[in-house]
């Protein structure tokens, strides 16, 4: 089985424009994510697939291996189907550019879900972790997610869901952390299907699956990952390596 990690990398990102290539003690946080996830030793080629020529050269000139997007998209999974559209590889992994801080263990319980699947029933595999903290329960930019008896996924959105319209039932609040693996075949089928609405009203590019029937396995972790959307986690994550 061929496996391999995608790092999708725009420039403009809505929130925090360029942030992939500010400075992270000493690196960029792009340069950061890509030798986190070479280091994990998971992977038989990692890439970094992106629509800008600044964060192209920099990949170069670390000595990682870029990709450029011959088209323009709407979300990290049509980018990355675009650059794999013609490589021979089973299983993609979509690791987000702004997340630098990799756990090797959850990615490796990820993978599991694949090589364990001997039907290859399962379409994706991502990550999922408690939430407890009101606020970032609220938190738009937190993507929630509600799974399933068998850890499948529901459905995903900046809203809390489940909705506490009983007060005095215990329920567990998951954040969807955004590290996907697909198999090639469902990533493919996601970039010939169009969008729908759901997916379009959340801005969640998981959703899109969801809508047309693919099963998503959620793997529980309890390692938070530092995602950067703003300049306050850039510090966060200064502090974290410091």
Do not use: W
């Not at 340069?31 to 020529?53: H, P």
């Not at 506490?164 to 590290?179: E, F, L, N, S």
């Amino acid at each position: 089985m061929k496996i391999i990690a995608m790092i999708p990398a725009r420039y403009e990102a809505s929130r925090f424009p360029g942030k992939l290539l500010k400075d992270l003690n000493g690196k960029t946080v792009i340069r950061r994510t890509y030798e986190s996830a070479k280091n994990t030793g998971l992977f038989d080629q990692v890439y970094v697939v992106t629509d800008s020529d600044k964060i192209y050269d920099e990949v170069v000139n670390f000595g990682g291996t870029a990709i450029r997007s011959q088209k323009e998209h709407e979300c990290g999974s049509d980018r990355i189907a675009e650059a794999v559209e013609n490589m021979d590889v089973d299983i993609v992994v979509n690791v987000q550019g702004d997340e630098p801080f990799i756990d090797t263990n959850s990615l490796t319980r990820l993978l599991e879900v694949f090589l364990n699947d001997e039907n290859e029933e399962i379409d994706l595999a991502s990550l999922k972790t408690p939430l407890s903290d009101s606020e970032e329960i609220t938190n738009p930019n937190n993507v929630k997610v509600i799974t399933g008896k068998e850890g499948f996924a529901l459905y995903f959105s900046r809203f809390p869901i489940p909705y506490p319209r009983d007060t005095a039932a215990v329920v567990t609040y998951y954040k969807h952390i955004g590290i996907y693996a697909f198999r090639k075949s469902a990533l493919m089928d996601f970039y010939r299907l169009p969008m729908l609405p759901l997916e379009a009203a959340e801005k969640i590019e998981c959703i899109r699956y969801l809508e047309y029937g693919k099963k998503i396995k959620m793997v529980e972790t309890n390692v938070r990952n530092i995602g950067i959307d703003t300049p306050e986690d850039l510090e966060k994550a200064r502090k974290l390596l410091s």
